[in-house]
Nanobody, 120 residues
Framework: QVQLVESGGGLVQPGGSLRLSCAAK????????MGWYRQAPGKQRDLVAL???????TYGDSVKGRFTISRDNANNMAYLQMNSLKPEDTAVYYC??????????????WGQGTQVTVSS
């Protein structure tokens, strides 16, 4: 089994910054894709940022130029640096990982979510 543990959420003023962390723990051979989605109340879960392979990164249109995803592959970690935060960034942020296990079986995993609130 694999667990994704997020940290770093909280309350921040508009224009501020936060850094989210996600640690993947358990039966992991490799992590093919790792990243973040978010869900605001009453809305669908949307892509924030994904990191795949060596250097491929994908961002949601609303966060391009403000958010940066990075990974520490040796430690199965992912980070999301969020700058110039806006009230519309308020949501629960979920870590996501596409994990390949020692059996070469692939499974998708989600973290429990961390709340980010942008408000003055």
């Amino acid at each position: 089994q694999v667990q994704l543990v997020e940290s770093g959420g909280g309350l921040v003023q508009p224009g501020g910054s936060l850094r989210l962390s996600c640690a993947a723990k358990g039966n992991i051979f490799s992590i093919l894709t790792m990243g973040w989605y978010r869900q605001a109340p009453g809305k669908q879960r949307d892509l924030v940022a994904l990191s795949s392979g060596g250097s491929s990164k994908t961002y949601g249109d609303s966060v391009k130029g403000r958010f940066t995803i990075s990974r520490d592959n040796a430690n199965n970690m992912a980070y999301l640096q969020m700058n110039s935060l806006k009230p519309e960034d308020t949501a629960v942020y979920y870590c996501y990982a596409d994990v390949q296990r020692a059996t070469l079986q692939r499974e998708n995993y989600w973290g429990q979510g961390t709340q980010v609130t942008v408000s003055s």
